[in-house]
């Protein structure tokens, strides 16, 4: 659109669109406030993400721009996450310290109106979430290069949380020092994991200089903050936080490294249309006994995307099974085929029913 407008008078018709905006989104909110009131009264769960993603996605497809598309996303994020917190104080437990992939995973999700609380450990997590001191939290739950972070999954066996919504978050390594200079690196501090990830760009890029494991990424920067011969590999964020330079970007061995999180709450999400469904259950090792668990799914042409198997902790030689599946618990043929398990296995839990993350 071309116009003869001169700067003043253009600004001046932004100013009075921005007023229409602000006044759209108070009464926007005022409507949120009520849905809270209705949520409060019947008991219900504030965060839907099933919802969110129906928002998301009507809005991306009437949208014609210039407007980009991808922003319609970030700036409806931070309209629901304000919203969200009109409706209840909205405390998030994640795996900390600060600056941590899940802080970032949690910061993608909720939004930056929410509170965000660091806690220690996954099993701490759990319990904010468990003892009503935080609504809902965000753990790590498998990576694309290192595969499934297990002490996640043992957490489910005894807790009965459920997982509310999942978030992808692409992860990216950056190899930050005081200096910025990579001659200046003599050792490099991180976490296990993403030592793992950047494996071969060490070995080819820095074959001679000691790695570290530390407990978190930030941890490992915070030390490097105060040595200026040694590098953490943590995120970008991280630098910004650390007052760290950048010695290289993106270090990780695979490109497309993403991280799965799981939101995890105390009620089942309600059902958007493409889900899905992750569960547990337990076996006695014997010969075939997989082959039958799996039938049930198999016969009613269910989707597996993941099975995973752990020793049960409590009874040696028994297994217990992780099952995502594609579909919804109340979805005809999903419960059915839960049902078909139960009357094989020790024991099934259902661990939750969420929209699927893209
Ligand atoms: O529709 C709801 O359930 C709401 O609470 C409103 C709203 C929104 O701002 O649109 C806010 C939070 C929910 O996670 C989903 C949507």
Redesign the pocket.
């Known amino acids: 659109m071309t116009t003869n407008k001169t700067l003043e008078e253009l600004r001046h018709e932004i100013d009075a669109l921005d007023d229409r905006i602000l006044d759209i989104l108070n009464r ?1 909110a005022e409507f ?1 406030m009520q ?2 009131r209705i ?1 409060t009264r019947e008991n219900r769960e ?4 099933s ?2 993603r129906e ?1 998301y996605e009507r809005l991306a497809a009437l949208n014609k721009g210039p407007f980009p598309t991808e922003a319609i996303r970030s700036v409806f994020r931070e ?2 996450s304000a ?2 917190a009109l ?1 209840a104080p909205m405390k998030v437990a994640f795996l900390g310290p600060k600056a941590t992939f899940s802080h970032l995973a949690a910061m993608q999700h909720f939004g930056l109106a929410a509170e965000l609380v660091p806690q220690k450990s996954i099993p701490a997590v759990f319990e904010e979430v468990e003892k009503g001191r935080a609504l809902y939290g965000v753990v790590p739950v498998e990576n694309s290069t290192e595969g499934v972070i297990s002490h996640t999954l043992d957490m489910f066996t005894g807790s009965d949380l459920k997982i509310n919504a999942e978030i992808l978050l692409e992860v990216s390594h950056f190899l930050l020092s005081r200096t910025g200079r990579i001659e200046d690196v003599k050792k490099i501090y991180s976490h296990p994991q993403p030592l793992a990830q950047c494996r071969r760009w060490l070995a080819e890029n820095l074959p001679n200089v000691p790695l570290v494991d530390v407990a978190s990424t930030t941890l490992a920067a915070q030390i490097v903050s105060e040595d200026y011969s040694a590098a953490a590999i943590a995120s970008e964020y991280a630098a910004s936080l650390y007052d760290l330079k950048v010695v290289r970007e993106r270090i990780e061995d695979q490109v497309n490294n993403v991280t799965r999180f799981l939101v995890i709450g105390s009620k089942m999400a309600d059902k958007s249309g493409d889900d899905r469904s992750s569960l547990m259950f337990s076996v006695k090792d014997e010969p075939g006994i997989l082959y039958r668990m799996l039938e049930p799914f198999a016969k009613r042409g269910l989707n597996l995307s993941k099975i995973e198997s752990r020793p049960n902790k409590s009874k040696a030689w028994e297994y217990i099974f992780f099952l995502d599946l594609a579909g919804h618990v109340s979805d005809q043929p999903v419960a059915d085929a839960v049902k078909e398990l139960k009357e094989m296995c020790q024991f099934v839990k259902i661990l939750g029913s969420y929209p699927r993350a893209k």
Not at 46 to 49: A, L, Q, S
């Open positions: 926007r949120v849905v809270g949520k504030f965060h839907v993400p919802r969110e928002i309209i629901i919203s969200l409706e």
